[in-house]
Each structure stands twice: as C-alpha cells, then as structure tokens.
C-alpha cells in the first residue's frame, strides 16, 4: 500500500548576491573667478545619490555620484568659501545565478571624504564610497508530509522546521519639494557653505499586498552669517508613504532602505536669504520576510510488515532572534579647538565576527568637525574610532548586523582637540540553517502479525538513545511505549522500559 504525501510549495526570493563594493573616486573642484586665491582647506563634505541600477546576466552594474563640498580660506583672510564637485562612480558587481529579471536592493554609503589644495584655483576632492548590493532571483521552498489519515502500523516522526524566507522586494520613488525657511533667531545666510541630508525611518509595517512607511528627511546646512560668522541649522521634513506588493504579505515588520536620487537646494535668489528650495527624489527599497514552520516526518517504520520510503534532503534558516542595540562611542579629534561649529560622521558597515558563541559586532566611523582655533581661524579636525557591542549567540547560530546613527553627533571642546561623541543603532540578528532528511513517499507491504515476536520487551535505555529510536527497533507503537512507562521523549540512560507489542 502506498503512502499518500502532500506537497507543499512556499514561493520566495533566494539572495544570489550579498556583498558590499567599496571604490575610491577623486574629482578636481575649480575655485570661481569671484572668489580669491586660496591658502588652504578647512573640511570636506558631502552627499552621495544613486543614479541607475540595471541587473544583467550575472552581473549588477550600478551608477551614481558624490555631491561633494570643499571649505576654502582665502589668502587675504576673507569669508570662507566653498567649492563644489560632482564625482561620478560607477560599481560593478559579479552575481553568479543573477538574471535580468532578478531584484537588487542597493545601500550606497560615504566612508570617508576630504580635500587638499593642488594649487590656489584647485581642489582635490577625494571620496571613499561602500555600497551593499544585494541580489534576488524568484524560487520556492518545497515541503512534503504524510496525508492523513496515516495507516495505524505505520509509525511517524514528525519535525516542525522554523524557516524565515524573503518573500519580496518592491520599490517606490517619490519626490520631497519645500520651501525652506530659517526662522528668526537664527541669521540670514550670505554664504552656503555646505549642506546635506540624513534619511530616518521612523516605521514601517505590511498591510495586505503593501509596505507602509514614515520618516524624515533631515537637512542640514552651514551657513555664512552677513557678519561673517558660521552657523549651523537643521530642518526635518517627514514623509508618509506606501510600495505595491505584488501580493499580499506577512505580518512581519519589512525592511525599508532609502537613499537619494536626486538632491537640490538652493537659496530664494534674495541676498541674505532666509529661504530656501529643496527638491529630493528618494528611493525606497522594501523588503518582506515571513517566518513560519513546515512540518515534515523526517523518519518512518511499520509495526507489521516492512516499509520502503523515498527521502530527499530538507534545508532552510530560520530567524531566531533580533537584538536592537545602542552603543554611544567617543573620540577626541587632535588639534587645536577654542570652539565647535559642526560635527559630522561616517559610518561605515558592521565588520561581525564569532568567537565560539560570542558575537562582536564593530561599526567604523570617520568623524569630522569643524573649529575655530586659538586664533579664531577655521580648522578641520578628524578621527577614525568605531562603535562596538557583542553578544552571546545560541550554538551553531550565524549572525548579521545593520547598523544607523541615532541622534546628533556633538563635540566640545578639550585638552587635546575637540572631544566628540554620537549613538549608533545597531540590530543584530541571529539565525541557523538547519537540514534534516525529509520523507517524500512511502510504500507498506505485508501486514501479516509476525507470531515470534514477544508480547512484552524489557530493556534498558542506552545513552545517546531515543524514545523513538527505541520504539522503532522493537516495532512498536511511539505512543504505547511512550504510556506504559509514563516517561518523555529525553530519556536516561539505564532508565528500565517496558515495551507492549505492537
């Protein structure tokens, strides 16, 4: 007699690629005619935009560019100025098993940035640019198991397996336009020195066939007062949005990244002015995982009679925790500092490694401030440090961790330099791949009660044994045993059993 198994399909996206490419790009910034000849550089900064992403026959090719200022000291001790450049780049990353229909999901970061003077009309603007690309190609996980009802000599052992799949990516542009306008406390700007834009997500959830998202976009600027004094302001402007499924998901939180296309701002055209034109086209990348359990029977006997199965190998991961983290990280950038006028940082992606069941999770950082020295001249000051936290895993666990900057980065004042300080979120989340046999048929043959076969076994239970195990070379039903000896499956060695026939 022939088993009856039912077949189960669960339709996912397989990671192809998960790599981060960093590169190096320069780029020559050309002081104007208006402005006069340069001494020397006083800091770099800048924001990176993504132009393109195309997906190709085991490759990603991927486009786009730095929005990069250099602050300048002219030689006759004027205002400082600055200088812009655009630098391209272009990334290509190899991605065996990737097809021109496959989905990327790409999170480009500035890691480090500055500038130093070729001569007195030239700047060199250096940029280091990481970017993480990951890679989906459309395949299903299959599971089998037993219809029921199952034949009563047949025994099952039966597993739940704990999978977590990527279900879907989707994506969505969308375009921030405002008018900006600084309030009254703070002075006009007579000169823009530099600005940029921080992305924060502040939720996102599933609902039915889309990922809903809110967030802010936090621009930064410094500005030149009339008076020639540096100032530093923020705006936030927040965003509610919403991406398309192509069906409708799981109740787990998506993963949203979002990165700029396209970034503007301009002054009203007044002189000082006190507004200011934003124009940003962002990109939100969303992702949707769900975690379940698919049970399978990874083993089989018959109390009567013998049993043939057919068995093909079951492997999956699944999610088994996720740890939100914040660590606070300090530095001292050497130099001279009578006063802090911005603050800025970089991070760079987790480096993860394991130490048997402990997990260290480091997240580089470039920080960089602008000051004003003992002589009240501008000076840029910079550091490497980085942000650190561990954790302890459960055994044969793997771990991957995302990290973002939380809050402002402030600086003070010290001894040495300027004492700086910022908090990092860090998620942390740990998972196992597991494989087991997984039973996809089966065959019962010869049902004839076997006459030499005792009514009652008597036997001790050896270490390393099982309940099932034991069950199984005396042909008797899991369940009678199991009751006529009122024990669990976690058996002690020696422990005296009593087996019925089957």
């Given at each position: 007699?022939?088993?009856?198994?039912?077949?189960?399909?669960?339709?996912?996206?397989?990671?192809?690629?998960?790599?981060?490419?960093?590169?190096?790009?320069?780029?020559?910034?050309?002081?104007?005619?208006?402005?006069p000849d340069v001494a020397r550089t006083a800091g770099c900064y800048g924001t990176v935009v993504l132009r393109s992403k195309e997906c190709r026959d085991g490759s990603v090719l991927l486009s786009?560019?730095?929005?990069?200022?250099?602050?300048?000291?002219?030689?006759?001790?004027?205002?400082?100025?600055?200088?812009?450049?655009?630098l391209p780049f272009t990334q290509r990353v190899d991605a065996p098993g990737a097809t021109s229909g496959s989905r990327v999901v790409y999170t480009p970061r500035l890691r480090a940035l500055d500038a130093r003077l070729l001569n007195s009309r030239k700047v060199l603007i250096r940029a280091d640019i990481s970017g993480r690309a990951e890679v989906y190609e459309a395949d299903s996980l299959t599971a089998f198991a037993p219809a029921e009802p199952?034949?009563?000599?047949?025994?099952?052992?039966?597993?739940?397996?704990?999978?977590?799949?990527?279900?879907?990516v989707a994506?969505?542009?969308f375009e921030l336009s405002e008018e900006l306008e600084l309030p009254g406390g703070v002075p006009a700007c007579a000169a823009l020195l530099k600005w940029d834009c921080g992305l924060t997500l502040t939720e996102s959830r599933t609902i039915g066939a889309r990922v809903a998202f809110k967030g802010a976009a936090n621009v930064r600027l410094l500005g030149c007062a009339p008076d020639g004094t540096v100032f530093r302001y923020e705006f936030s402007i927040p965003f509610s949005q919403y991406a398309e499924l192509d069906r409708e998901s799981g109740e787990e939180p998506p993963r949203v990244e979002l990165l700029l296309t396209g970034a503007e701002l301009a002054p009203d055209g007044q002189e000082p002015a006190r507004r200011f034109l934003l124009t940003l086209n962002l990109l939100a990348q969303c992702v949707t995982q769900t975690r379940q359990e698919l049970t399978i029977a990874d083993d089989a006997y018959a109390t009567r009679g013998a049993l043939t199965v057919k068995t093909a190998e079951f492997s999956a991961a699944g999610q088994l925790d996720c740890e939100h983290l914040h660590e606070t990280a300090r530095?001292?950038?050497?130099?001279?500092?009578?006063?802090?006028?911005?603050?800025?940082?970089?991070?760079?992606w987790p480096d993860v490694t394991h130490e048997g069941e402990t997990v260290r999770?480091?997240?580089?950082?470039?920080?960089?401030?602008?000051c004003l020295d003992e002589a009240g001249a501008c000076v840029c000051l910079t550091a490497q440090t980085a942000a650190e936290c561990s954790s302890v895993l459960a055994p044969g666990c793997e771990?991957?961790?995302?990290?973002?900057?939380?809050?402002?980065?402030?600086?003070?004042?010290?001894?040495?330099?300027?004492?700086?300080?910022?908090?990092?979120?860090?998620?942390?989340?740990?998972?196992?791949?597991?494989?087991?046999?997984?039973?996809?048929?089966?065959?019962?043959?010869?049902?004839?009660?076997?006459?030499?076969?005792?009514s009652v076994i008597l036997r001790h239970a050896a270490g390393g044994e099982t309940l099932w195990s034991i069950a199984k070379a005396c042909r008797a039903k899991l369940d009678a045993v199991r009751a006529a000896n009122d024990v669990t499956d976690d058996l002690v060695p020696g422990t005296l059993l009593l087996i019925p026939r089957a």
């Open positions: 007699m022939e088993l009856e198994f039912e077949r189960t399909e669960v339709s996912c996206l397989r990671a192809v690629c998960d790599r981060v490419i960093s590169q190096e790009e320069t780029g020559e910034a050309i002081v104007p005619d208006s402005c786009g560019g730095v929005h990069a200022y250099a602050l300048v000291v002219p030689e006759d001790g004027s205002e400082m100025r600055a200088v812009s450049a655009y199952v034949p009563d000599c047949v025994q099952l052992h039966r597993v739940a397996m704990p999978v977590t799949l990527t279900e879907q994506e969505k542009p530095v001292t950038l050497p130099g001279a500092c009578r006063e802090v006028l911005d603050v800025s940082v970089l991070l760079g999770v480091s997240v580089p950082a470039t920080v960089t401030a602008l771990a991957s961790a995302e990290a973002a900057l939380s809050g402002d980065a402030f600086a003070i004042p010290g001894g040495e330099g300027a004492e700086a300080r910022f908090g990092v979120d860090i998620t942390l989340t740990s998972r196992a791949a597991s494989a087991c046999p997984m039973l996809t048929g089966a065959e019962q043959e010869g049902e004839t009660e076997e006459d030499d076969r005792p």
